[in-house]
């Protein structure tokens, strides 16, 4: 069983910066893939970036790539995803998930969910 936490939501003007967390507990970790899906209000959540279980791959949607870094800290038990140049079509819920060792990119992949943080990015 994982527990995952998610928190660094909230608002941002157009072109700022949020870097959000996502805690988890239970063992092996290190053994897990971890990535961020977002969902904005009426649409399907969608992938935003994964890294596997080491860390040594990332993958990015192509609306975030180039904008958005996911990184991981095993010793800590957390990934993070670092969002520059925000824009408002970036306003959504963010949810972190994982799976065992590589990265999905669909939903039905991953077992494990956090509850979600709220990102609004003004214009």
């Known amino acids: 069983q994982v527990q995952l936490v998610e928190s660094g939501g909230g608002l941002v003007q157009a072109g700022g910066s949020l870097r959000l967390s996502c805690a988890a507990s239970?063992?092996?970790?290190?053994?897990?893939?971890m990535a961020w899906f977002r969902q904005a209000p009426g649409k399907e959540r969608e992938f935003v970036a994964g890294?596997?279980?080491?860390?040594?791959?990332?993958y990015y949607a192509d609306s975030v790539k180039g904008r958005f870094t996911i990184s991981r800290d095993n010793a800590k038990n957390t990934v993070y995803l670092q969002m520059n140049s925000l824009k408002p079509e970036d306003t959504a819920v963010y949810y972190c998930?994982?799976?065992?060792?590589?990265?999905?990119?669909?939903?039905?992949?991953?077992?494990?969910w956090g509850q979600g943080t709220q990102v609004t990015v003004s214009s």
């Open positions: 998930a994982v799976r065992p060792l590589t990265v999905g990119w669909l939903r039905n992949e991953y077992a494990y």
């Open positions: 239970g063992r092996a970790f290190g053994s897990y893939a």
């Open positions: 890294i596997n279980w080491s860390g040594a791959n990332t």
